[in-house]
């Protein structure tokens, strides 16, 4: 039962073009070897990567024949061990349930108020006439617009501005071009171990764990927040969650990158296609829906996903790419190779939101939030989110591109972000 084939060179090499150069060394392994191939990379393991439609669908609907892999070697220490992200079935999905709510339906739409507020007060605070950088301000609503889903009202009490100062220099400490550079050559356990990385965590899971403590001795409030919800869960055998297993909880939700950079990276693209700016504006303007914002959205998260690849690892022996996988083999979807494919997007490198008008998101070719029974269960939340704060800033301010060039992607240790951040200017 051999793995697909894949590039040959030693393992040090392989995780050198995964640090510096994971998208094009992607791309350059599906021409050579077609849409399945083995990765051998150091630190991270042995990877089979597959690009093609019918072996993500496959990997997305065998249900708890597949289960958990880490893409991030650093991201295991920060949800921690009990995590929704990082438990299997059938613990994963109880788990699920219990935060599911909060993003869905009813709940989304009482926060889009708030989104637009978090929104509005920080774009008041936006320099004008100088050039700024996009995507820290986009942390710092999404981080804001978190924090107020989690903790309800609670998340105004003063008590609680040190976990936002900590999680914010978490995020700063984990994207540090150098910690991906000390993972690539002295692996993740070095990292861990690292002064730099107790520093930046510890710190958090204090004021975590203080937040979990109070709220574990007050009464659950009327209208509940994420933290009630998880305080008032029980496991299957009635006893409720214990501390660690809140703070894991709690990190896993509030350490959310992608949807700042994915937000960096729609106004990137929008004010490097003046065409689709202007239809953008025009809808917000005329009142038209929010039909192209949706598509906008789509095309971003196509052409710029924040994470190229989700990975599993098999509890059992697989049929994929033509082989029978053994169990424990570790296979990854990969959304930067299908969302690039012209077999399902004509011109895949042109940004056109109008594709999405005209044909409805693939349920296995349009992957930015992966698939299955741990699909993101923040998607729709994510969507709305990212439509709301666009609507804001395009209706409020003018902005636009510093540079005429689009912006590369740079690969920070957790998220491929804008090599500029997304340098904008007001006016
Ligand atoms: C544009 C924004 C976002 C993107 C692109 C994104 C992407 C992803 C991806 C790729 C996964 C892994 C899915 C898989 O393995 O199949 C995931 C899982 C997850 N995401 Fe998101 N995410 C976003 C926003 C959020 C937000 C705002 C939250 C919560 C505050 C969140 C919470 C989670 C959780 C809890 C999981 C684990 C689900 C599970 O294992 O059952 N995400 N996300």
Known sequence: MSLPPGPRMPRALQALGWARRSL??????????????????????????LADEADVKAVFTAGDKV??????????????????????EPEHMRRRRVVLPAFHGAAIANDAETIGEVTRREIAAWPAGEPFALWPRMQRITLEVVMRAVFGPRAGDPRLDPLRTRLTELTDYLNQPRNLAALTIFGPEWVRRSRGYRRAMGPVEDEALAEVRRRRTEPIP??????????????????PLGEGELRDELLTLLTDGPTSTSLAWTFERLLHNPETLARARREIDEDLGDAYLDAVVKETLRMRPPVPVVVRRLREPLRLAGRDLPTGTVVAPCIHLLHRDPRHYPEPLRF??????EQPAGTYTWIPFGGGVRRCLAASYAELEMKRVLREVLSAVD????????????KASISFSPGEKGLVMVG
């Open 399 to 410: 902005l636009r591109p510093v540079d005429g060039r689009a912006e590369r992607v740079r």
């Open 24 to 49: 094009p060394w992607l791309e350059r392994c599906r021409a050579r070897y077609g849409d399945a191939f083995t990765l051998r990379i150091r630190h991270w393991g042995d990877w089979v990567v």
């Open 222 to 239: 009327d209208k509940p927040d994420i933290v009630s919800m998880l305080i008032a869960a029980r496991r299957e055998d009635g006893t």
């Open 67 to 88: 289960g958990v892999a880490l893409a991030n070697p650093l991201l295991g220490p920060v949800l921690g061990p009990r995590s929704v992200m990082l438990s299997e």
């Open 352 to 357: 056109r939101p109008e594709r999405f008008l």
